[in-house]
C-alpha cells in the first residue's frame, strides 16, 4: 500500500496544478481574443447584461430571425469571451448568426486582449455599481454577509476594486479603438445610443430594428424573462427580487440605500484614486 504524499509535495502539486490550469486558461482565451470582431467589457453590475440583450435582438431583427431572443439565447449572438460551449464563443459558432453578424464578445475581462480590436466599455455611476453588487454579492452568490456600508469599503468587492479596474481599463483601451456607453445615457436616450454604438462598428443603424430592440430589453420584459428561466450557469432563487440581475434598472437608485457618510466616502475615494488616462477616458 502506497504511502501518503507529505503535506508539502501535495501543496507543491496543487499549486503547479493551479498554475498550469490557469496558464492554459490565459492561452485560450487569448486565442479567443483573436478571433472577434469586437468586446464588449464593464465592470460587474454596470448594465452589461442589458446592452448585450438590446444588440443580440438588434442583430436577430437584422438577418430576419424568427424566434425572440431570450436571456439563454443571446450567447448564441453575443458569447462570452471563453470557451464554454453554452456561453462561450462555441455557441456562436453553433449559433444561428454565425457570419451574419459581427463576433462581438462580451466579458468583465481586458488583459488578454492581444490585438487592437474595437472595445465597447459599459460604465454606471460607481454608487449604482457598489449598491447593485452588494445586493449581486448578498443575496445571488451569498458571499458577503455585512452591511452595505462595509462592503462599499470592502477592498476585494467595493469601490477600492472598481477603481483599480477602472483605472487598468483605462490604461489598456489607449491602445483600442474604443466606444464609452454610460448606463445613465443609455437609459436616457436608448434608441440614439444603441445607434451609435452600430456606427462604431461600422454598422448602418436599421431604424426600426433598433426601436424593436429597445422595446424588447425594457426592465420588466427581461425580469419576466428571468424569473421564468433564469441566466445559464447561475443557481439562485429567483423569487427574491433582491437577488435578480434585473433587480431594479433605476440610475441613481443608490439614494434608497447609502447613508451621507459612506456618500461623502465615495466622493473623496473618486477623487483620490481615478488617475487621469480613467478621466480622460470617461470625458470621452
Wanted: include cysteine; charged fraction near 25%.
Amino acid at each position: 500500500m502506497d504511502s501518503p504524499r507529505p503535506a508539502t509535495a501535495q501543496s507543491g502539486a496543487r499549486r503547479i496544478t493551479g498554475w498550469m490550469t490557469a496558464r492554459y486558461g490565459q492561452l485560450r482565451l487569448a486565442r479567443a481574443s483573436n478571433t472577434i470582431d469586437a468586446l464588449l467589457i464593464s465592470y460587474p453590475k454596470s448594465g452589461r447584461t442589458w446592452f448585450r440583450f438590446i444588440l443580440a435582438t438588434y442583430f436577430a431583427h437584422v438577418i430576419g430571425l424568427e424566434a425572440d431572443i431570450d436571456l439563454h439565447s443571446m450567447f448564441g449572438i453575443l458569447p462570452n469571451l471563453d470557451w464554454d460551449r453554452k456561453r462561450g464563443i462555441p455557441a456562436y459558432q453553433a449559433g444561428p448568426t454565425r457570419g451574419l453578424v459581427p463576433l462581438i464578445a462580451v466579458s468583465h475581462r481586458y488583459r488578454s486582449l492581444v490585438t487592437p480590436v474595437p472595445v465597447i466599455m459599459m460604465v454606471r455611476d460607481p454608487r449604482d455599481v457598489i449598491v447593485s453588487a452588494y445586493f449581486h454579492a448578498t443575496r445571488h452568490k451569498h458571499r458577503y454577509t455585512g452591511t452595505i456600508d462595509d462592503f462599499v469599503r470592502d477592498d476585494a468587492q467595493g469601490l477600492p476594486d472598481l477603481m483599480q479596474y477602472l483605472n487598468e481599463c483605462a490604461l489598456l483601451l489607449e491602445k483600442h479603438p474604443r466606444c464609452v456607453v454610460t448606463y445613465e445615457r443609455l437609459s436616457a436616450a436608448p434608441e440614439a445610443e444603441t445607434a451609435r454604438v452600430l456606427r462604431f462598428l461600422g454598422q448602418e443603424p436599421d431604424a426600426d430594428c433598433v426601436r424593436r430592440a429597445v422595446a424588447a430589453a425594457n426592465i420588466e420584459a427581461m425580469r419576466a424573462l428571468e424569473v421564468e428561466s433564469g441566466i445559464p450557469g447561475h443557481d439562485y432563487d429567483r423569487t427574491d427580487p433582491e437577488a435578480l440581475r434585473m433587480r431594479r434598472g433605476a440610475a441613481g437608485g443608490y439614494r434608497d440605500y447609502l447613508s451621507k457618510d459612506t456618500l461623502d466616502w465615495i466622493d473623496e475615494t473618486c477623487r483620490q484614486r481615478l488617475d487621469t488616462a480613467t478621466l480622460r477616458l470617461l470625458a470621452a
